[in-house]
């Protein structure tokens, strides 16, 4: 019998470009509970840490990172200046900003507005109360979309078929004992948080934290992003909900009226009668 001289398995992925390992020592470098350790660094990422140094030097030498005591690592003021160019440039964050200040002073709550990368949601800009308790959505920081509140509103406005493909590219592992998993589960979800025009995320991600969001749309009614509120769940009860959720949708529609959505997507972001909420 004839061995097969190249027996590699076609569906193996390939190997990773310098510029993809580089993509990814940055991402772990911009990782919240920085400075970051070469090793941290190298588990996050799954490269080797000659490999991981090699980047982080070239980084260094350039501005777009920083070595710290320790042979830790932080973001260079280079990076950070293009993160905060390319932040300023946003004609979406610019409506938001003032939108989440908003919702800040009038639920008490943080506010945060978050886009849609893959499968994840990332969040970008928040408006935060001071308080003790920190939630976990930290600018930069990215969420599951089926696990999260902003994530399921972003779900909630595609299409049938992107929102399916969204899911199916994403593992569906359970956050906590709540978060859904089951694609039917997720599709009533979803279904539910259309007809009302905002999302509910009950513990999904985080115990003990509930957000509500609706999502953005832009001036061809796609889904740009979506804006929310997150609190501890005795704070966000059944009652708050029925008031923060409406507030949420209204703050997305001025954030989306402000980007020039149509009026036929706006009314899509209604409020379901009240026997269809229970």
């Not at 710290?68 to 293009?82: D, F, I, K, Q, V």
């Not at 994530?151 to 992107?162: K, N, T």
């Not at 769940?233 to 001025?254: C, K, Y």
């Amino acid at each position: 019998m004839v061995k097969a001289v190249n027996t590699r398995s076609v569906d193996q992925e390939p190997a990773k470009g310098p510029v993809e390992k580089a993509i990814e020592v940055l991402e772990a470098l911009v990782q919240p509970g920085g400075p970051h350790r070469l090793g941290e660094i190298a588990r996050r990422t799954g490269l080797t840490k000659p490999t991981v140094h090699r980047h982080l030097r070239t980084m260094a030498e350039h501005g777009f990172a920083e070595p710290t005591e320790g042979g830790s690592y932080r973001a260079g003021p280079r990076l950070l200046g293009l993160a905060a160019a390319a932040l300023s440039d946003s004609t979406a964050l610019a409506l938001a900003r003032p939108v989440l200040d908003d919702l800040r002073r009038r639920t008490g709550h943080i506010a945060f507005y978050a886009v849609r990368h893959d499968a994840d949601a990332v969040y970008l800009e928040q408006s935060e109360p001071a308080r003790e308790y920190r939630m976990a959505a930290r600018p930069g920081r990215r969420s599951p979309l089926y696990a999260s509140g902003v994530g399921l509103a972003m779900l909630s406005a595609l299409p049938p078929e992107e929102a399916s493909a969204a899911l199916h590219a994403s593992d569906l592992v359970a956050r906590t004992p709540h978060t859904l998993t089951e694609p039917a589960a997720l599709r009533a979800e979803l279904a539910r948080a259309a007809l009302c025009g905002y999302a509910v995320e009950d513990e999904y991600e985080e115990p003990d934290v509930r957000s509500v969001a609706a999502p953005v749309l832009n001036a061809h009614g796609e889904v740009v992003g979506a804006i929310g509120v997150s609190g501890l769940v005795f704070t966000i009860d059944s009652d708050s909900l029925e008031v923060f959720g409406p507030m949420v949708r209204a703050a997305a529609r001025t954030v989306s009226a402000g980007l020039g959505a149509p009026t036929s997507s706006l009314s899509l972001m209604h409020t379901a009668p009240k026997g269809e909420q229970e």
